[in-house]
């Protein structure tokens, strides 16, 4: 009997078919491109809302250390806690210019209340309780063989948009330079940097140097002032000074600004009160403001919210120290490195916003003086 043939199962044209062809392949990529497209800019402000909102996070908190230092010492810490005249943190060798240079910065004052008490008891038992003679990158400050204070970044001082790093041994992006060797003998290679500064007022004390006597009532007028109120005799007085009490905001503590983030990279020592401070006016203003009533007439003064270097101008700087030292210029006022530049801001009450650059000089000019008698908001 004959085998059986099995015909061989015909195959559909379709199952002859494997894979994808070229111009399949290309459409599937060019799909993928195009979604990625559409997602990465959603994706890259969901990043951005997210640093926004760890900065703002991050001021409150100093705030925060700020209203309980207030609340212990009842008064606010100083800008700087030296007479700043002669606090001089830089010289034209990079050393220090006087005998005592530089002084404290108000974060100083506040790192007990910053969950940093370790470093606080450090720099007070190592500085006499940051009494005479006491000076931010004094060498007695490093104890037990670990790094000086200054070299400590601290989370709570980094903008999280910030596109510097949070250390430097120069200014980057500027002609400035950030810390040399302070005492001619004990180099620190690496100095850690704060974003977020004190609003000294409108301009700095250098600045007006040469002023008459109403221009000079410009200066120092903020709510963290480069000068305290009981500094007079710099020879004489004791040592730390303290900066004002609540009372003295009589714009009223929401309409004071207390912290201003900045994204100046050199001149921010945290630990240096004549590099964690910032002012509003910028160096080149032509005029100086005039408080008009209650109101700022700005004529052609400049606000150094957002100012900085520019192609045309890269060493333009926002803070002139005048004859406190030939290095210590900030080339950035108020900044930040946050999408549409905006400056994350904290006020006397405790709030925080974001201002942008392009508010009214005038209205800025309002919100970082204390007492005034203007009635100004940031809304």
């Known amino acids: 009997m004959p085998t059986p043939v099995t015909p061989s199962p015909v195959r559909p044209a379709a199952a002859a078919k494997l894979g994808f062809t070229l111009v ?37 908190q100093l705030l925060i250390g700020l209203t309980r230092s207030h609340d212990t010492a009842r008064r606010l810490p100083a800008a700087i806690d030296r007479y700043p005249a002669t606090a ?66 601290l989370a709570v001082l980094q903008c999280p948009s910030y596109a510097g790093p949070p250390t430097v041994t120069a200014a980057a992006g500027s002609a400035f330079h950030s810390i040399g060797s302070y005492d001619g003998s004990t180099p620190y290679p690496t100095i850690a ?30 709510g963290m002032p480069l000068r305290g109120p009981k500094a007079l005799e710099p020879e004489f007085d004791d040592l730390p000074y303290l900066g004002l009490d609540m009372d003295a905001l009589r714009d009223g503590t929401a309409a004071t ?5 900045s994204k100046e990279g050199g001149n921010s020592a945290w630990i240096d009160g004549m590099q964690a401070f910032v002012v509003a006016l910028a160096d080149d203003s032509q005029a100086l403001p005039v408080l008009d009533g209650k109101a700022w ?17 890269p060493t333009r700087t926002s803070l002139n120290l005048d004859n406190r030292g030939t290095r210590g210029n900030s080339a950035w006022g108020p900044s930040s490195d946050h999408a549409g530049g905006m400056v994350t801001t904290g006020f006397a009450d405790g709030h925080v916003t974001n201002l942008v650059p392009d508010i009214d000089p005038g209205v800025y000019f309002g919100l970082v003086t204390r007492a005034s008698g203007e009635s100004v908001t940031a809304q």
């Open 24 to 60: 399949e392949l290309l459409v599937v990529i060019a799909i993928i491109g195009v979604l990625i497209g559409l997602l990465l800019p959603a994706v890259q402000a969901a990043r951005e809302s997210a640093r926004r909102s760890s900065c703002v996070n991050k001021t409150r």
């Open 88 to 153: 001089v943190t830089f010289a034209s060798n990079g050393g220090p210019a006087t005998a005592s240079p530089g002084g404290f910065s108000w974060i100083v004052h506040i790192l007990a209340f910053l969950e940093e008490s370790t470093l606080h008891s450090g720099i007070m038992s190592g500085s006499g309780r940051l009494g005479r003679g006491a000076y931010p990158f004094m060498p007695t400050l490093a104890i037990n063989n670990q790094p000086h204070p200054c070299q400590t970044p």
């Open 193 to 222: 940097i704060t974003n977020y500064k004190a609003m000294a007022g409108v301009a700095s004390q250098g600045k007006v140097a040469g002023a008459d006597k109403a221009a000079a009532a410009i200066a120092d007028n903020g």
């Open 257 to 261: 600004i207390l912290l201003s983030e």
């Open 297 to 313: 007439t700005v004529g052609s003064a400049v606000s150094a919210l957002g100012y900085g270097p520019t192609a045309a101008a």
